[in-house]
């Protein structure tokens, strides 16, 4: 099926979908929140303790696809963005505080989203597969949203950004709140399908038709290379 009617809501069942425009000295690469905590569980089932086997297979999805699909996914455009010479921005999700009193309350309720992450330890750090290369804009945030506490707006915007190309995870939590913040900012937002992951295909397929035609256009990493050109 094509982007254009993948993902369709019952908002936009009949609507004219118009072609991407991507101005490419205007378009610039954000990577969410790719971090080191998200890759510390065992690979192999014989190596996971028997209490934990329930939650090691809950994530098995998730951790699948993010091998085989995510990773590979925006590694490559990160090298194709890099090789125009365009800007690759980066979020992640750190506490500036060891005991991580300046988190937002989206970070701190009881559940997944109460992760620890104090800025300098190594679960907090960006995965080498995707680090940042030298130079590049790496924003820190205590929030679901990149804009939010950031300043990534006003980087985006001096740097002459208009169409941001969104990868990362969790597709229904920091990259959806990011993805609408970006529109709401009147940023063009593109969010790459096969750069994102929940913990499920369900929440990520949910998610995406939800966001899609109002607050970015969903793709893939092929459509929008090919759409720039590259």
Same mark, same amino acid.
């Given at each position: 099926? /094509?982007?254009?009617?993948?993902?369709?809501? #019952?908002?936009? &069942? /009949?609507?004219?979908?118009?072609? #991407?425009?991507?101005?490419?000295?205007?378009? @610039?690469? #954000?990577?969410? /929140?790719?971090?080191?905590?998200?890759? /510390?569980?065992?690979?192999?089932?014989? %190596?996971?303790?028997?209490? +934990?086997?329930?939650?090691?297979?809950?994530?098995?999805?998730?951790?699948?696809?993010?091998?085989?699909?995510?990773?590979?996914?925006?590694?490559?455009?990160?090298?194709? $963005?890099?090789?125009?010479?365009?800007?690759? $921005?980066?979020?992640?999700?750190?506490?500036?505080?060891?005991?991580?009193?300046?988190?937002?309350?989206?970070?701190?309720?009881?559940?997944?989203?109460?992760?620890?992450?104090?800025?300098?330890?190594?679960?907090?750090?960006?995965?080498?597969?995707?680090?940042?290369?030298?130079?590049?804009?790496?924003?820190?945030?205590?929030?679901?949203? @990149?804009?939010?506490?950031?300043?990534?707006?006003?980087?985006?915007?001096?740097?002459?950004?208009?169409?941001?190309?969104?990868?990362?995870?969790?597709?229904?939590?920091?990259?959806?709140?990011?993805?609408?913040? #970006?529109?709401?900012?009147?940023? %063009?937002?593109?969010?790459?399908?096969?750069?994102? @992951? &929940?913990?499920?295909?369900?929440?990520?397929?949910?998610?995406?038709?939800?966001?899609?035609?109002?607050?970015?256009?969903?793709?893939?990493?092929? +459509?929008?290379?090919?759409?720039?050109?590259?």
């Amino acid at each position: 099926m /094509d982007w254009k009617n993948a993902y369709r809501s #019952l908002y936009y &069942a /009949d609507a004219e979908i118009p072609d #991407l425009d991507l101005d490419p000295a205007r378009t @610039a690469l #954000l990577v969410i /929140d790719i971090q080191n905590t998200y890759f /510390d569980r065992p690979m192999r089932r014989e %190596d996971v303790p028997e209490a +934990d086997l329930a939650e090691w297979e809950r994530w098995q999805p998730f951790d699948r696809r993010m091998k085989e699909v995510v990773l590979p996914t925006v590694k490559r455009l990160q090298e194709r $963005f890099r090789a125009q010479g365009r800007d690759v $921005f980066h979020a992640r999700i750190a506490c500036l505080t060891e005991d991580g009193r300046d988190r937002s309350l989206s970070q701190r309720r009881p559940g997944f989203n109460n992760i620890m992450l104090p800025k300098d330890e190594f679960a907090s750090q960006i995965a080498p597969e995707v680090a940042p290369s030298p130079g590049e804009v790496v924003v820190t945030k205590t929030t679901d949203s @990149a804009l939010t506490g950031t300043n990534l707006r006003l980087a985006l915007h001096n740097m002459g950004i208009y169409h941001v190309v969104v990868a990362g995870i969790f597709t229904d939590q920091c990259v959806a709140s990011t993805v609408r913040s #970006l529109a709401d900012e009147s940023f %063009d937002v593109v969010l790459i399908e096969d750069g994102c @992951a &929940a913990i499920s295909q369900e929440l990520h397929e949910h998610e995406l038709t939800i966001i899609n035609n109002i607050y970015c256009q969903v793709v893939s990493a092929d +459509d929008v290379l090919g759409i720039l050109g590259w």
